[in-house]
């Protein structure tokens, strides 16, 4: 187990805003941050991130907390794994109490097959580095492709043994489970034999955007044709192909800076690009361009630039992702290669000088690659002309900005010259296609007609008393150490008038101080078991210092509460998103109004509790055999309060 004293340093000194910074790209947005989404596909930001406050909130999902939660929620990790992380990032060494052999036997499968996978990277390191083997041929292949030390490193490359069992056998050896190494793809387990998976290849981990290795991509050395030349592992559960992406865990902080990410087919090509300076670099891994990999792309940057080989595969390659990129409202351009050239051979042979302004110079927008590419064909061909005009109002109608369509159908219209109307009626077209096919259900043929029969929509329950209560609690911590003036009403007799009069008077206190005097008063505790966990922890913290901090309290809580407690603080900071003074509508802050926000909330609570006790005082008296002048004399006066408390919640309002 990791110590308290470690856990309390990685709370100290981790920062909210870094580490969510190296997942998605954020913006500054006032004192707090916002961005995409991590958590479902969105293009309008609904992500919000607290320096001060040390959280984060995600509208579209609801989820939310701190540092150690958004790890938890984002990268799957268990507790003592994103303490791990955030020790490693902020170079804080760990301190660990030993663990007994029950709570060794409690690690769960993902974390075993997270290990075997750091262990086998491990172990290919070694093989590369250390082995006379490894150093001849491994060693020798790399030196080749001009890669050097330090890349090496960086990357954690690697070389498998060409015996069939050496890894298996050493990890078995070094107590890893063989369950485990079957699970990951590492091991092949036969009746007689197991074997390993990758054999006599050099070997380049793929890693997840937090640093795990998941899986691998292994090269064989020599021409033998029996064998493919490139091996991936097999799909598990810490490895889905379609959801990674080559690279991505060292640009990361690349790719934000530059806001633009280059994406390329192979391993050499990310690598001698990195190693020439072109750091925001990801490779699909030798798979198919997917949506769940432009999403990743998406968290830090808008903008993809392709890079392919110069060759008719790398460009109709370069055109099957143009279009998956477009629907996703991304930005892409598309750079080819000489005939002859690749990424890895046109960065090792020329400097980072002439390959950035390559980049820079060949970089197209993907109109202008459609038009040049299909045109060569169409020459003066009006069908093959006709054919390129549809393929690129294809792509223009991926594009889900209504706005930037039509920019693209000016330019498209002035490069193929033809007329802007006859382009907009083609994309209107296949938008409708789109839109039919989208809403016909299964088995219905389009064209059919449905008769739409307008379905009840049923009003969700407000539960009011959660909502008070969480009120309650969102004042207390946000400005629960303020000092305001409020105006009590105060009861007196008057012998003049031989009757009860209110009076009202002012008085200054601090927030919290109020709300803690009025429930008393009202004899009042809160219903909800989280809420009444967190109000006598506040109030804790306010009788010891008058104030209360978040980064504080917030670690100590479990995640459902942590969770809770920055959707909560963070609920008003969704209003920022809308940029209201941008469109002249200028909001009231309610920091301008806080002692009649309280007053108006801890009425509302008294309302609420009087009309429930109202109404079960008259279930009462209808459940009474006989009349109980009693009940009926407490009915009235509680009407008679009620009374009373909404006539002093119209002059709040």
Not at 83 to 110: G, M, N, P, V
Request: net charge negative; charged share 25%; aromatic share 8%.
């Amino acid at each position: 187990m990791i110590a308290k004293s470690t856990i309390d340093q990685v709370y100290e000194t981790a920062r909210v805003e870094e580490v969510i910074g190296d997942f998605v790209q954020l913006k500054k947005s006032g004192t707090n941050f916002k961005g995409l989404s991590p958590f479902s596909q969105e293009r309008t930001p609904s992500f919000m991130v607290s320096p001060v406050k040390q959280i984060w909130k995600d509208f579209s999902s609801g989820k939310g907390g701190n540092v150690v939660a958004f790890l938890m929620e984002h990268e799957r990790f268990t507790y003592p794994e994103a303490i791990k992380y955030l020790a490693k990032k902020y170079a804080i060494e760990i301190e660990e109490t030993e663990q007994s052999d029950e709570q060794k036997a409690l690690r769960d499968a993902r974390e075993s097959m997270h290990l075997v996978a750091e262990y086998a990277c491990t172990y290919f390191q070694k093989n590369l580095l250390e082995t006379e083997t490894g150093k001849a041929i491994g060693g020798t292949y790399f030196k080749e492709r001009g890669f050097t030390a330090e890349t090496i490193k960086t990357f954690d490359l690697g070389y498998a043994l060409a015996e069939k069992d050496a890894f298996s056998r050493t990890a078995i050896k070094q107590g890893y489970a063989l369950e485990y190494l079957e699970k990951t793809g590492l091991t092949i387990v036969n009746e007689d034999r197991n074997i390993d998976r990758f054999r006599g290849r050099v070997m380049f981990p793929i890693k997840s955007m937090a640093g795990r290795v998941l899986g691998f991509g292994g090269r064989i050395l020599g021409e033998n044709k029996k064998v493919a030349k490139y091996l991936n592992s097999p799909e598990s559960d810490i490895y889905h192909k379609s959801k990674v992406l080559y690279g991505l865990y060292e640009a990361k902080q690349s790719i934000a800076k530059a806001d633009c990410c280059y994406l390329v087919e192979g391993y050499t090509d990310v690598i001698q690009l990195h190693q020439r300076g072109i750091t925001n670099v990801v490779s699909s891994s030798g798979t198919a361009l997917t949506e769940g990999q432009i999403r990743l792309i998406q968290r830090l940057t808008q903008n993809i630039v392709l890079l392919f080989d110069g060759d008719a595969a790398g460009q109709r390659a370069a055109l099957r992702g143009v279009d998956m990129i477009l629907s996703q409202g991304m930005n892409v351009k598309v750079c080819t290669f000489p005939e002859g050239e690749d990424p890895d051979s046109f960065a090792k042979a020329h400097s980072l000088e002439v390959v950035t302004s390559f980049l820079n110079e060949n970089a197209l927008d993907f109109l202008q690659f459609k038009a040049q590419l299909l045109l060569q064909d169409a020459a003066q061909d009006p069908i093959k002309k006709a054919a390129t005009i549809k393929a690129m109002v294809d792509s223009i109608a991926c594009i889900p900005d209504a706005i930037q369509r039509e920019v693209y159908v000016q330019s498209c219209a002035a490069t193929m010259e033809v007329s802007e109307e006859v382009l907009f009626s083609a994309i209107a077209q296949k938008l409708a296609v789109k839109g039919a096919k989208k809403q016909t259900p299964k088995g219905q043929q389009r064209g059919e007609h449905l008769k739409v029969v307008p379905a009840e929509v049923a009003t969700p329950a407000v539960n009011q008393l959660y909502a008070l209560e969480k009120q309650i609690i969102s004042q207390l911590m946000i400005y629960g150490h303020l000092e305001e003036r409020f105006v009590e009403t105060v009861m007196t007799f008057s012998e003049e008038q031989n009757a009860i009069e209110e009076k009202e008077q002012d008085v200054t206190l601090r927030v919290h101080e109020k709300i803690f005097l009025d429930l008393q008063q009202d004899e009042v505790e809160l219903a909800h078991p989280d809420f009444k966990t967190l109000y006598g922890l506040l109030m804790s913290h306010f009788q010891q210092s008058n104030q209360v901090s978040l980064e504080t309290i917030i670690p100590a809580l479990s995640p459902e509460l942590s969770a809770l407690v920055s959707s909560i603080v963070m609920d008003d900071e969704k209003y920022a998103l809308h940029k209201w003074d941008k469109k002249n509508i200028f909001v009231k802050e309610k920091k301008d109004s806080v002692g009649q926000m309280i007053t108006e909330t801890i009425l509302s609570l008294r309302k609420y509790l009087v009309d429930k006790k109202i109404e079960a005082l008259q279930e009462e008296i209808q459940q009474a055999t006989a009349t109980d002048q009693g009940l009926l004399e407490d009915v009235m006066s509680y009407h008679q309060l009620r009374q009373l408390v909404a006539t002093r919640l119209n002059r709040v309002l």
